[in-house]
């Protein structure tokens, strides 16, 4: 029974002592930080006419939420890099 005392005794002293603890508690000057990945993508393919030979100098673009344009190399292959997330239409 002693201990059982001593606990609520115990319990009874840091509810009173400590208070609670929440959001509302941290000061209003706190720098609030919010991390958020930025990130960026590529498109890359080749190009190639019904017979499956390359089509070298065709140019490319990529229309969505920015737009991006290049031109296929000899091999028929494109790429474009640091493209921005989003649904695009390759033409």
Known sequence: MKTL????????IAALTVGPV??????SDATAIVAQA????SVSGTFS???GSPVASAAVKITG???YATTTDSKGAF???DV?????VVT
């Not at 930025?38 to 993508?41: A, C, E, I, R």
């Open 5 to 12: 005392v001593r606990i609520l005794a115990a319990v009874a």
């Open 22 to 27: 929440s959001a509302a508690t941290v000061s």
């Open 38 to 41: 930025v990130s960026t993508g």
């Open 49 to 51: 006419d019904t017979s």
């Open 65 to 67: 939420p920015s737009t």
């Open 79 to 81: 790429s474009i890099s």
């Open 84 to 88: 921005k997330p989003g649904i695009y």
